[in-house]
């Protein structure tokens, strides 16, 4: 997602951020408990033998055998397929959602820096923007534009945007008040190369601290509107679904339920630790 | 424990029977990540009732902690390590945290370099000194606010009762210090650290500041433990002078004699960098580089890759503290310079 | 800075006309004609045509915005499409569990965070404090969801509470059983970030010059911590406890849904889901609202809280 042009500016070291995370253990059971889902999500759709959305009415709610490991859902489909669709499907909302905010907050921030006049009329929109909860966004769209992908994209993309904006804006601030900003306007760069290769280059390690943290965010919003019936809708495989869909057989089948909320945790337990220690190391940078 | 090379005690100036605070061989060391820092290094100090001592040195010498150590302020990382501490024939080294809480604030008390800062923000004037008054005596809530009241009238606040309504950022920096003040002398304590008191004042109000703490210490018989970077402010309010470089005692001395005849080439310095002494005749000698990183201190003298007269056991021994005239001693080999100056070219 | 509160009262102001555009776009995309909806299905076109105009839909839209406007001020929501119940009526009858369900849960997870960011503050680095921020990492990073089923299944198996609705008010004997689950899961939402923004603010705090001053003073350990550390520490509690009333609000509608809790945010839910567009509409005002309403709330709040943020010096 971010593929940046770094090098000509010094940038604040990583190397030194990777050593602290190394010496984490929890980090490192983390970063790999991310690995095996992103590669469950990924890998196994291409590797499973069945559809996730072939119904077989007599095999419903089996439990876990030697055909279908984790049992299946009510309606007979593997439960361990579903959950593979799920969890990319989660991942892609996530990513998606988080992609929209990035580029749309990131834009807004660094041109409310970059651009005096424009510093105000943006940030107050930010402001305003802010003041809303993410669910209330998730449940306008979803009232007005119908349940579904792009209310469901939009939400989380307007929910996560603001915070992007804010951050994006201050770090860009204070790599305008250095001097090589004023030696590349010297030499006479034009604005969009300025904004590109020195202010996104400098300005991009706290941006992706807070993307990181939101995309945990974005995942969770995402599973509870879908969870709700607000999101992707059925028979789509998407994780907070199925564990709504689960619900109705808690009792009975409550394993459902649990795998699909328990691969919701999975992904974004670590991927906050991943943001706090990007957050601890820039904090410790910065005192 | 570890033992300085010691050869002479160094008495009072003027004999009297009982010092107020003894200090000998005091050491503190820090855990940190990078393994231990010794802050201080076997320092020793003695402060009579009512009298004040100068305590010099750059920042990073540990004059500091020095403060932090005898109020028992010192974080748990700290290890402090003393052939002797006592106060008013106590013994602090083997005293319980809630014994010391006793007498911090009634026998022993401190005012710090930031009064911007060192008073709480949230909470008027007043009521942290009416808090002061009341963790130490048992009286009613009114009679405290009197208390508090006159103790700011004591320090020359206009309008005290005011005053003590107001918050901090309401207040002028040099109010704020008295307000501090006041709240450090409110039980009359037998010693007065004051860390710094005047480095972030205007100075115009430093020295309205120093005349206050020298007028009320007078007037209470508190004894003053002055920790500053400032010559001016030595010759202002010293009757005695520790010198400290690097975590040691290197010079110690009556006010006058050590203006005069100063001991220690890093004492030198220090005047030399204050122009208005030059014309007493001491040799000007500016001090060249920086005080060394605590963690790579060099061997023999911690002052030697600075000093000008360095000599070979300069650079191996640590030097003892020798007495060279009655009250004034110096930990340098060298001493007393006049004759190591007279000695060379 | 002068002017926080100021400042909060002109970007509400902003909010709620915002938010008040998205109740009337809300409206205006409902797929079938408002005016038939109200009309019912025996409504004659005559009858049609005279709530058309009454509702203002034969002038332009803006006119019909502030036509909107007015009757939001009048307490008018309209009416449900599904069963013609008076939308404001309905929404202050689910108002009051929803505001039962947020306090519950707060009443535990905000002692609960704070004592867990002392606790790691005071121990920085040892066993507890890496406890007490796993607990808040893990707190942030489970779906409420999963937490409220877990709960249901917990207590069908050992029955300990109802798992279902409201048994009236929480302070009652039948009250209470019925919203210690629902508040236990929407309380967890609040205990990480309240216990790791203590945390950060309070270690800060214990090492700020004035507590050094109170140390000096001879105040004890329960002094030097409660009385000046914490009461520093304070304002950005409050602050993040506002901002935190949104995740909050995002977890009372999930758990309303799971425990059948007659709050606004179940009603929101079942209105979308039915498409009951006015019902919705209402739902989502007053939520806006009242997110609004407790952000002032918090801005007055801290300003109590720091003398400095009430001068104007």
């Known amino acids: 997602m971010t593929d940046l042009p770094a090098g000509e500016i010094p940038a604040g070291s990583s190397s030194r951020t990777w050593r602290r995370m190394r010496r984490n253990p929890a980090m490192a059971i983390g970063v790999t408990v991310l690995t095996a889902v992103v590669f469950f999500a990924l890998i196994g759709p291409m590797i499973s033998p069945y559809d996730p959305y072939d119904t077989a009415l007599r095999m419903r ?4 055998s030697a055909a279908h490991w984790l049992g299946t859902d009510s309606q007979g489909r593997d439960l361990a397929t579903r959950l593979m669709y799920g969890a990319r499907t989660t991942l892609m909302l996530g990513l998606a959602g988080v992609a929209f905010a990035a580029l749309t907050g990131g834009a807004i921030g660094l041109l409310a820096a970059f651009y005096k006049r424009l510093d105000n009329p943006l940030m107050r929109l930010i402001d305003v923007l802010l003041s809303f909860p993410s669910i209330l966004f998730g449940l306008s769209l979803a009232a007005m534009m119908g349940p579904g992908l792009h209310s469901l994209i939009l939400a989380i993309g307007l929910s996560i945007m603001p915070g992007i904006a804010r951050i994006s804006r201050g770090a860009a601030l204070s790599v305008m008040a250095q001097d090589f900003m004023d030696g590349g306007r010297v030499i006479g760069l034009p604005d969009v190369t300025l ?7 400098n300005a991009y390690a706290p941006i992706l601290t807070y993307v990181t943290l939101a995309f945990g965010d974005a995942v969770l919003l995402a599973a509870a509107l879908g969870f709700l019936g607000l999101g992707l809708q059925p028979p ?45 190391a820039a904090d410790r940078r910065a005192s | 424990m570890k033992h300085s090379p010691r050869e002479t005690m160094i008495a009072p100036q003027t004999a009297r029977p009982e010092p107020l605070l003894v200090v000998r061989g005091l050491s503190v060391t820090f855990a940190t990540d990078q393994g231990p820092l010794k802050a201080l290094d076997a320092v020793d100090l003695t402060l009579a009732p009512g009298e004040t001592l100068a305590v010099v040195g750059e920042s990073g010498s540990g004059k500091s902690v020095l403060s932090l150590a005898l109020m028992g302020l010192l974080p748990p990382t700290a290890k402090i390590e003393a052939d002797a501490l006592t106060f008013d024939g106590r013994d602090l080294t083997g005293l319980r945290e809630p014994d010391f809480r006793t007498l911090r604030g009634t026998a022993m008390s401190m005012i710090f370099q930031e009064p911007a800062t060192a008073l709480n923000p949230v909470r008027r004037i007043g009521d942290q000194i009416v808090e002061a008054i009341r963790l130490h005596e048992d009286i009613p809530a009114p009679k405290a606010r009197a208390r508090a009241i006159e103790a700011l009238a004591a320090t020359g606040i206009p309008a005290p009762a005011e005053r003590a309504g107001a918050f901090p950022h309401q207040l002028s920096g040099g109010m704020r210090q008295r307000a ?16 710094e008191p005047t480095t972030a004042l205007d100075v115009t109000v430093q020295a309205q500041i120093l005349d206050l703490i020298r007028d009320l210490a007078r007037e209470t018989g508190t004894a003053t433990l002055f920790i500053t970077h400032d010559m001016g402010v030595v010759a202002e309010m010293a009757d005695r002078v520790s010198v400290f470089y690097a975590g040691r005692l290197v010079e110690t001395a009556p006010a006058p004699a050590l203006f005069s005849s100063p001991e220690h080439p890093y004492t030198v310095g220090l005047l030399g960098s204050m122009p208005q002494m030059n014309a007493r005749g001491a040799p000007m000698l500016p001090i060249r580089g920086t005080v060394p990183d605590p963690r790579l201190m060099p061997p023999g003298c911690h002052f ?19 007495e060279i005239r009655p009250g004034q001693a110096s930990a340098c080999h060298l001493a007393p310079l006049i004759e190591t100056l007279e000695a060379r070219p | 800075m002068p002017g926080r509160l100021a400042h909060r009262l002109l970007v509400s102001i902003f909010v709620l006309l915002g938010v008040l555009l998205v109740g009337f776009l809300m409206l205006q995309v409902m797929p079938a004609d408002p005016a038939a ?11 049609i045509e005279t709530i058309r105009r009454h509702l203002g839909l034969d002038k332009p839209v803006m006119v019909q915005f502030a036509l909107y406007l007015s009757r939001v001020v009048q307490g008018d929501l309209g009416q449900s499409i599904i069963n013609n119940a008076s939308v404001f009526t309905e929404i202050t009858r689910a108002a009051g569990p929803t505001l039962e369900l947020m306090c519950a849960a707060m009443i535990w997870s905000l002692p609960l965070g704070l004592s867990l960011g002392i606790t790691a503050a ?30 249901v299944q917990l207590a069908a198996s050992t029955r300990a509470f109802p798992i279902q609705g409201r048994g009236g008010a929480i302070w009652t004997i039948d009250g209470l059983p019925h919203v210690i689950l629902p508040a236990t899961a929407l309380g967890l939402i609040l205990l990480g970030p309240v216990a790791r923004m203590t945390r950060t603010t309070l270690s800060d705090a214990l090492n700020a010059d004035h507590v050094r001053t109170a140390r000096a003073k001879g105040a004890g350990p329960a002094r030097v911590v409660l009385g000046h550390a914490l009461r520093t520490a304070l304002l950005p509690i409050i602050t993040l406890v506002g901002l935190q009333v949104g995740a909050l609000m995002g977890g009372a509608v999930v758990t309303e849904t799971i425990f059948a809790w007659p709050g606004v945010g179940r009603l929101a839910v079942n209105a979308i889901t039915t498409g009951d567009y006015p019902m919705a509409q209402g739902a989502i005002l007053f939520l806006a609202l009242a997110f609004i309403v407790v952000n002032i709330a918090v801005d007055i709040l801290s300003e109590l809280a720091d003398p400095r943020l009430r001068s104007r010096t």
């Open chain 1, 236 to 280: 789509t495989a998407e994780l907070g679904s199925i564990a709504a869909e689960g619900r109705s057989f808690l009792f009975i089948a409550p394993h459902v339920s649990f795998a699909a909320s328990a691969l919701i945790f999975l992904i974004v337990l670590p991927v906050n630790m991943l943001g706090d220690t990007l957050r601890d």
């Open chain 3, 122 to 151: 005071l121990r920085r680095g040892g066993i507890l404090d890496r406890v007490v921020m796993a607990i808040s990492v893990a707190g942030v990073s489970i779906p409420v969801f999963w937490v409220g089923l877990l709960l």
């Open chain 2, 180 to 195: 501090l003040i006041a709240m450090a002398l409110v039980h009359r304590p037998r010693l007065l650290i004051a860390d």
């Open chain 2, 304 to 322: 030697h890759p600075r000093c000008p007269f360095a000599a070979g056991a300069c650079r191996t021994d640590r030097p003892a503290l020798r």
């Open chain 1, 61 to 64: 709610l089996k439990p876990p």
């Open chain 1, 195 to 201: 904004m590109r290769r020195y202010l996104l280059a």
């Open chain 3, 37 to 47: 909806a109200i009309a019912g299905a025996q409504g004659t076109d005559a009858e």
